[in-house]
């Protein structure tokens, strides 16, 4: 088959880059940025992900770098534990859930990818800005950067366009859908060397999105002075915000009102988020998911074709299943439209329910439940607010529907 192009070096273009060099199909990546650094803070790799990252013989250089994350934990705000679960390995799985800082997920998908493919098919400083396509090829249009003019190009035999939550591509092909849906919560996000909470790798969630939740996980093990770097987030239900960048600095006197009283036998919440060295503030957005993601020899893969809110650790996740579900399309049809078509059908309707399901019932909504039937207020036990059974049918659920359920793994 003729190259493949990739535009895009986040994390679904270089996990593509991979599968594809692994299947002998050969491609070429193209990336925005000027250098590819190491930007992002704390992102989940759940089992259904690390089995495809394991696939890709990558296992040992991510756990190197990661947490082996051990179990979920909610609380409430006044720091009353409601629920906890094993994760991963822990809970059964083949393949463990790991907290990774993005940049690092990042570096060992690159190195990778360089290494095994090779350096020279990786070229940066190629900004997208279209895409045209005949009966035997695409050629893809490229600038310096965003606004920039039309400066080279490349043919091929198809283009997968990974370009993230503010494709090119995505627009060309949707030229009126508008900007990212803002979900009516805030987020602001950092990370903090930190002593390790609870078992050193929960993941722990904490409060309601209308008086401040607060998501917080380890991201690298401990250095020698024994401590880690935790990423939070802390989530505000507010009318306020600004577009997505994913760089833009925030501010503590913004958020820390809501948890400033935080402090827990397990964690002193305000002090970590005075301890970190920056805030970045973003607003959760997605969108709605698409009619048709694959026009011709030209396709969508992760953010570029389902961005979603990160309330259920799934964005890097899907990136990746996609990224095996198009590399075994590639290899399963000799004609690369019916390829891709093939790509569309295993995934569009996947990811549809996960972005759909992350707006209204993704595992914190176990947080919403007591949340409401207490009143926001303190409780005895939490036997009387909510039976055991009905937190496990609430977090069951939604591993099903993001198709990371331990039964549908092993099968
Ligand atoms: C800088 C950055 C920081 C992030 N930080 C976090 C985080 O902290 N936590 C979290 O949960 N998620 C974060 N994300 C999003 C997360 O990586 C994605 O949700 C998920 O991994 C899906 O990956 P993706 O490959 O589809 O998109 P992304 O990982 O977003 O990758 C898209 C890639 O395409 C490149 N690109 C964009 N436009 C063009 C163009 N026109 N031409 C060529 N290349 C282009 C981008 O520079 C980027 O490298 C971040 C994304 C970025 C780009």
Not at 356 to 380: S, Y
Request: net charge negative; glycine share 10%.
């Amino acid at each position: 088959m003729e190259e493949v192009i990739i535009v895009g070096a986040g994390i679904g273009g270089l996990t593509l880059g991979l599968a594809l060099h692994d299947a002998r199909i050969p491609c070429r990546v193209f990336e925005s940025a000027a250098e590819i650094r190491a930007v992002g803070v704390g992102i989940n790799l759940l089992p259904h992900a690390t089995k495809e990252l394991a696939a890709l013989g990558l296992e040992a250089a991510l756990a190197k770098v990661a947490i082996a994350t051990t179990d979920a934990t909610f609380f409430n705000r006044f720091g009353q534990l409601i629920y906890q679960e094993p994760l991963g390995r822990a809970a059964g799985y083949d393949h463990p859930q790991f907290s990774i800082h993005r940049g690092d997920l990042q570096v060992v998908l690159l190195e990778a990818f360089r290494s095994r493919a090779g350096a020279d098919r990786l070229l940066t400083n190629r900004h997208c800005i279209g895409v045209e396509q005949d009966e035997a090829g695409v050629t893809v249009t490229f600038s310096d950067g965003p606004g920039g003019a039309a400066r080279s190009s490349v043919s091929g035999s198809v283009v997968i366009a990974c370009d993230g939550i503010n494709s090119a591509v995505r627009k060309q092909f949707y030229p009126d859908e508008g900007e990212p849906r803002y979900s009516g919560v805030n987020m602001w996000r950092g990370v903090t060397l930190w002593k390790p909470m609870l078992s050193g790798a929960s993941m722990v969630r904490a409060g309601w999105l209308s008086h401040g939740k607060m998501v917080i996980y380890p991201i690298r093990p401990a250095g020698a002075d024994g401590l880690q770097l935790v990423n939070w987030v802390a989530e505000i239900e507010t009318p306020n915000y600004r577009r997505r960048d994913w760089n833009r600095a925030g501010s503590l006197d913004d958020f820390i009102g809501p948890f400033a009283g935080w402090h827990f036998e397990w964690l002193d919440v305000p002090a970590l988020l005075r301890a970190a060295d920056h805030v970045l503030e973003f607003p959760m957005v997605d969108q709605d998911p698409l009619p048709r993601w694959s026009f011709g020899r030209v396709t969508l893969l992760g953010d570029a074709a389902h961005p979603m809110v990160p309330r259920g650790s799934n964005g890097a996740g899907q990136a990746i299943l996609d990224a095996r579900a198009l590399t075994a399309a590639l290899l399963e049809q000799a004609d690369p439209v019916t390829a891709l078509a093939a790509y569309q059908r295993q995934r569009l309707e996947a990811t549809t329910r996960i972005v759909l399901t992350n707006r209204t019932n993704p595992p914190d909504a176990i947080l919403r439940e007591v949340f409401q039937r207490t009143g926001d207020r303190p409780f005895d036990a939490i036997d009387d607010v909510i039976s055991r059974e009905e937190l496990v049918a609430l977090s069951e659920g939604y591993k099903r529907i993001a198709g990371y359920s331990r039964d549908a793994l092993s099968r």
